[in-house]
């Protein structure tokens, strides 16, 4: 089961499956180390509900739940699950 | 395209690598204190450069704007891969060096990889090992790995500059780096065969270069793009493979970009790469990004940069303004009385302290800005406010230069630059200028306190006060309206949606610091200065002629003050006044107010002692003068009707909150935005808001009776 970035809760790592977007926010992503099969991690939801901090490869990054919404994910245990 | 050899005896050194990594100070350890700040060809993006001598040879060495890639969508960003692969009025590197964040290094090292795919000779320079501790990364693997020399170095205390110096003087005579062999699949490697023919000559010089640059063209170009200089036969070899490639489910950016991180994720194992445990930032983050502490502490810092401004520049500025009546006062005494005389005291000399009382504010500013950037905080405050500043299309970096903007624009138009993206500075700078700053406050201050005389709505709130933190909802309001209409019109851009990196706290060193204050400050003086001290001095000679026979000695005050008003009135300034009065009459002002509005250009304040002049009462009137005051209660119309009514008053207030009243504005963003183009925009803008705003007010007051 894939699902967007922006669902999968506080703390629960899961791994990029697709980015999704307009294409110089995709590739800065990807650039920035998300490209598929990276692990990442919504850590922090800005007490506002936006913007949220992602975790990945040990860096932190901001991004709005608009972008999160297109950056689709994978959580881990789904392919058990299917199988 | 059509880049040009570095044929100049001086090898070319760039700098480069990603935001965050102490770039910054290791240029500034290189360069030591001699750097020059210009711009980029064709664009708007500070150049920093400085002739480095290393032993017996001199570099020009050249520090590139931070970076995550070299793929580019604006000129701004373009402007990496020019300059480190060559481009239009650009010569080719000799050298670059590599500044790779030794806490994140694999997304450093993918900087690094796109730059020896370029075959540019690089040296990696290792930086904030100090930070990992016995995790460190090896250099000696990394030079194994990428074949290319690496440097451990700590750009907050200098070690390893001179083994980074040797290490560029060695590279300079070292032979081409090696190409990494990134594994990209073969229908890409089809797509870059395919480009290749179609880049310049220039361009594909060697196989590795050629293959390179097809696959930069592939990442970057697009219908979309805004890249400069991409010939049509290069945009068409993209476009075509890119639609062959989207028909084939392909897409490009993510094959290209996987490749390069699947090699450099199987190179991690060697490197012993991992990121540093953030304990320390998540328990400062756990109360600065907090709900309720991470807002108190947010007004809390708020609260203590506006004091400084607003408050604690203060006494500095007097400093400054006493200085130069100092001067002047003894320039007088001294010189003979004569035009010339007259012209260096109150043109060149006050021209010059109205340059320099901006230096106490833009130093606190910068002072702020640079603590708040070099702590990681910045990013943090933008993390907090960006839900606000997104309902007005902008983003959290914005608030701190708007909310500068209520001490004084000059200062917060610069503060623009944390900005990355052109529109967004741009849109910012354009409405700084309509909150109100410290300026208008005398301007507020003389009209409430000379036509609405101390009294309590419903016996509770005091009037006069409701009407000055009214002046300044107003200006806030309309500066936040004007921000939303001008955004989706005249500064409307491609949504580019905010990705910010939250960087680990670090402590700020303090030299770096210091050092931007005074670049800063430099950069203002002589950039703005000029224009500033000029635009003042024809002010004070359009108020100052033709002029009128002064008084003899000896004559009294009362003389003095007579003679002055009637010089006014003759002068250019005056005449002008006259000449402009048909259009601000329907807003309810005279001539006279028609004068104190031109010399308010030279700054907003400087209309208090012009009204003293005008009224007769002599220059040294400030706003709590009485006999101004009481003067500008006597004034009638010819008809005997008062000048002076509240909703005069009231249309004025509205005005000045609104008008572009300030020249020192308008030189700070023609030198931001380099050209006439914005600082012509913003005027004029501005100046008929002003208006169209104060009409209403007066119009409609008088509609409903209240004139």
């Known amino acids: 089961m894939t699902l967007p970035l922006s669902q999968i809760g506080l703390n629960a790592p899961a791994a990029v499956q697709k980015v999704g977007g307009e294409r110089s926010f995709r590739r800065r992503l990807m650039e920035l180390g998300l490209v598929p099969g990276t692990e990442v991690t919504i850590t922090k939801i800005a007490p506002m509900g936006d913007p949220l901090e992602i975790k990945v490869r040990g860096s932190r990054l901001s991004i709005r739940q608009q972008e999160a919404s297109v950056l689709m994910v994978e959580l881990p245990g789904d392919h058990a699950q299917v199988a | 395209m059509g880049s040009t050899q570095n044929t100049n005896a001086t090898p070319l050194v760039v700098m480069a690598g990603n935001p965050n990594t102490g770039k910054t100070s290791l240029f500034n350890h290189l360069s030591g204190q001699r750097s020059r700040v210009g711009n980029y060809p064709g664009v708007t993006v500070e150049r920093k450069s400085t002739s ?154 060697t196989e590795a270069r050629g293959r390179a640059l097809a696959l930069w063209a592939l990442n970057s170009v697009d219908g979309t793009d805004e890249l400069l200089d991409i010939d049509a036969e290069l945009r068409e070899a993209v476009e075509t493979r890119a639609t062959a490639a989207a028909a084939a489910q392909r897409d490009i950016d993510t094959e290209a970009i996987s490749a390069r991180y699947i090699w450099l994720d199987e190179q991690q194992e060697v490197l012993c790469s991992s990121a540093p445990a953030r304990s320390r930032t998540e328990s400062v983050d756990s109360v600065l990004l907090h709900p309720v502490y991470g807002f108190a502490s947010f007004l ?105 903007g209520f001490a004084c624009a000059v200062p917060a138009i610069m503060a623009t630059r944390t900005m990355e993206r052109r529109r967004d500075r741009y849109l910012t700078m354009m409405v700084i200028p309509l909150m109100s700053c410290s300026a208008r406050l005398p301007v507020y201050t003389l009209v409430i306190a000379t036509l609405f005389p101390p009294s309590n709505l419903f016996g509770l709130v005091p009037v006069q006060g409701l009407l000055m933190v009214g002046m300044y909802l107003f200006g806030t309001i ?104 048909p259009a601000i009459r329907p807003l309810g002002l005279d001539w006279k107010i028609g004068v104190g509005i031109i010399g308010a250009f030279a700054a907003r304040e400087v209309f208090v002692s012009t009204m003293g002049l005008v009224y007769g009462v002599g220059d040294a009137a400030d706003e709590e003068s009485m006999s101004l005051r009481e003067h500008m209660t006597a004034e009638v119309h010819t008809d005997g009707s008062p000048v002076y009514t509240p909703l005069a008053g009231l249309s004025l207030m509205v005005f000045f909150a609104l008008a572009c009243q300030c020249v ?16 012509v925009f913003m005027f004029v803008y501005m100046t008929l808001l002003a208006w169209m705003a104060s009409f209403v007010v007066y119009q409609g007051g008088m509609l409903l009776g209240l004139g």
């Not at chain 2, 580019?496 to 003086?525: A, D, N």
């Open chain 2, 52 to 205: 480095l001598q290393l032993g017996e040879i001199q570099v020009e060495l050249v520090d590139l704007p931070g970076c995550y890639s070299l793929t580019a969508r604006s000129p701004e960003e373009q402007i990496a891969v020019n300059t480190v692969a060559g481009g239009v009025r650009q010569a080719n590197p000799n050298l670059v060096v590599v500044v790779v964040d030794a806490t994140q290094l694999i997304r450093n090292l993918y900087l690094l990889t796109q730059l020896l795919e370029l075959q540019v000779p690089c040296v990696v320079a290792l930086n904030m090992i100090d930070e990992m501790g016995p995790q460190s990364p090896d250099p000696a693997v990394i030079q194994q790995v990428f074949g290319v020399p690496c440097v451990p170095t700590n750009g907050r205390t200098g070690q390893g500059i001179q083994s980074l110096k040797d290490a560029i003087v060695t590279a300079l005579d070292a032979g081409p780096t090696p190409v990494p062999e990134i594994p990209y699949p073969p229908a890409l490697q089809a797509d870059i065969d395919a480009v290749i023919p179609s880049l310049p000559p220039s361009w594909r010089d």
């Open chain 2, 300 to 404: 809390l810092v708020m609260l203590v940069i506006f004091q400084a401004l607003f408050a604690g520049a203060d006494p500095l500025i007097g400093l400054v303004e006493t200085a130069f009546s100092w001067m002047s006062e003894h320039a007088i005494a001294i010189l003979p009385a004569s035009i010339l005389t007259d012209l260096f005291t109150e043109g060149i000399l006050a021209g010059v302290g109205s340059v320099v009382v901006f230096l106490p504010q833009i130093l606190l500013l910068f002072l702020f800005i640079g603590l708040m950037e070099d702590s990681g905080y910045m990013s943090r405050a933008a993390f907090l406010m960006d839900r606000i500043m997104r309902a007005i299309g902008l983003h959290g970096r914005a608030f701190v230069p708007m909310m500068s």
């Open chain 2, 478 to 581: 309309i500066a936040l309206v004007a921000t939303a209409v001008l955004g989706r019109t005249v500064l409307k851009g491609q949504h580019i949606p905010l990705l910010m990196e939250l960087p680990p706290y670090r402590m700020p060193t303090f030299g770096l610091v210091l050092r931007r204050m005074w670049e800063r400050s430099r950069l203002f003086l002589s950039e703005a200065g000029g224009v500033i001290l000029v635009c003042t001095i024809i002010l004070w000679g359009l108020l100052s002629f033709p002029g009128t026979t002064p008084p003899p000695d000896g004559a009294t005050q009362e003389e003095v003050a007579t003679w002055q008003q009637t010089s006014l009135e003759q002068s250019y300034g005056g005449q002008l006044g006259k000449a402009i009065e």
């Open chain 2, 664 to 679: 020192s504005t308008l030189a700070v963003v023609k030198r931001e935005t380099h050209g006439y183009r914005w600082p």
